[in-house]
């Protein structure tokens, strides 16, 4: 049900003053006309502001650590979180911490991981964050050393030392220091969190006097479209600024008085990642904002409790990643309860990390229509581990999923034509001066000019009006030739197919490099797979349920109808009865697929996707 007649309720942006050269080299450069506010010099002067001027506001909440299932929530105000991030310092000082020798974390989001964390970018060691999958869900370790001796940190963090034991052991600590915050690692010189922290002396205020724009705060882990991750270099005054290049297109104090005070979020991307660490929890931080730490994520094992807490927190911003708003859509739908709670408060809702469906969008709204009378944008954010994370979003009432918006203020975007394609590229205060220890890469990702080169394709969503914002067109690295020569978008083929579906699939990998037609290899949405066949059934049976291929088919088969040309249409698909190995780089930082390293894990199953005759477990459309 279309809701196109409904009015968008009130998001104070700021009028559009977007700047526009074509260039003789047929190059377009693009800037916000808005000026960039104002941004502290680096992430630990809004915790020191706000502890200040507003030290009763809560800063982070949580569930319980030992039992989450206790009702309530464990929350931290700025006032409280300031003496102890100044102990955790002192700790960092006395252990030798700095800008050579880092500290790295494995941990999922909480109290204690944010503590740490801004402890040591404040004692001037840069963090690293590394993903719990690394530590967990590996059987090699591979990654992990890999990280370890590319980064050289003197101190680790674990939230768990029993948890993390495995990994541990796997990179081999040697005789640094692990801290913990609970149950204590074996075999290691290891100290609580508690007892790391100690009375702060006159060096924790010569140490923040210290930092500025330059100084490293993080190495940020990418993985890109191959080989071994990046560190990539993030700056506190990146940080620090993309905060404010997002409230600069913002009319601030009438945002604040539609939603009634400091914003308030609650989210499950993790700090692991560049979407998670910069755009939500730094970004709430500036504001002088409250964050929610939602431990559940929109997979059938957490996805009870996801809603549990959205049911108890009225946020008024919900930004997330497509595979949460479908999970969520749903939920909405047959929840008045938790679609009364979630739309009341709610000024933006927003996505990024890969393209949504629109189908999705018109479920949502007419939600929110239904509860509230009025629509609520869903717009979404864009850019990248190397910009900190966003370069642009679309900063306008919105119902027109796929676009990525325009450029914010304080960078500028250069679209460079590319084969048949215009790749997007950055400049700007956000963007990192280079991946570390890594020369090479380094070298590769800027142009001549000094813009980062993103990979991405774009196009105006409207040629003739290019205020109405840019378009994901495809990774460039992921566009191939099919034996004919016909040139195919995997991004765009991937996006339309998955949404065929209708839910069946989370994502999908787009095959056909000089071959005479495009695959699939299909990942199932568990949730829905679950919900559509009425049964706790395993990966392996969905893959084999004849509900859930008759989705897959009929889907794919209607696609072929809408996009019958040989660079969309769909010949195979095989459903893989497994998840995406993040642990082996198979989900890049973004949270979608990497098409090219699937398709190297994958190999036997790409070669079945095109045996003749089709194996049985191969759909034919």
Known sequence: MSTSDIPFREIPYLPQKMHIERRDDGSVILENGQPLKDHPP??????????????????LAQRDPVDPSRDG???????????????????????????EAPLMILSRNSIEHALIMYAAMWAGAPVVPVTPA????SQDFARLTYVDGLTQPKLIYVDDGEEYQRGLDGMGVGDRTVIYARNAPTGYHSVSLDDFATTPTDAVDAAYDRLGHET??????????????????????????????????????????LTGGPQVMCNFLPWSHTYGANAILHNVTDWGGTLYLDWGAPTPAKLPEMLRNLREV???QHTTVPA????????????DALATTFFKRLCLMAYGGAAMGQDIYERIQAVAVRVTGERISLSAGYGATETSPTASNVHWPNDTMGLIGLPLPGNTFKLAPVGEKMELRVKGVNVTPGYYRNPEKTAEAFDEEGFYK??????FADPDDPRKGLAFDGRTAEEFKLANGTWVSAGTVRVKAVAAVGGALSDAVVCGLNKDRIALLGFLNETWCRRSIGSDATLEEMATHSEIITAVREGLAQHNKDHPNAAARVDRVLLVPEAPRADAGEITEKGYINQNKSQDLRADAVERLYADPAPDDVIVL
């Open 216 to 257: 490293i705060a993080k190495y940020m882990l990418t993985s890109g479209s191959t080989g071994e991750p990046k560190a990539v270099i993030n700056t506190h005054g990146m940080i620090a600024a993309n905060a404010k290049m997002i409230r600069s297109v913002w009319d601030e104090d009438r945002l604040n008085a």
């Open 42 to 59: 680096h992430m630990l002067w809004p915790i020191v502001y706000w502890a200040e001027h507003r030290p009763d506001t809560v800063w």
């Open 134 to 137: 690394y530590a967990l869900l």
């Open 454 to 459: 993103l990979g991405d394709a774009v196009r």
């Open 324 to 335: 949460a708003w479908a999970a969520l859509a749903t939920e909405l739908e047959r929840d």
């Open 73 to 99: 929530w464990v929350k931290l105000t700025y006032g409280d979180a300031l003496p102890k991030i100044r102990a955790l310092a002192q700790g960092f000082i006395d252990a030798g911490a700095g800008p």
């Open 314 to 316: 009225s946020t008024t």
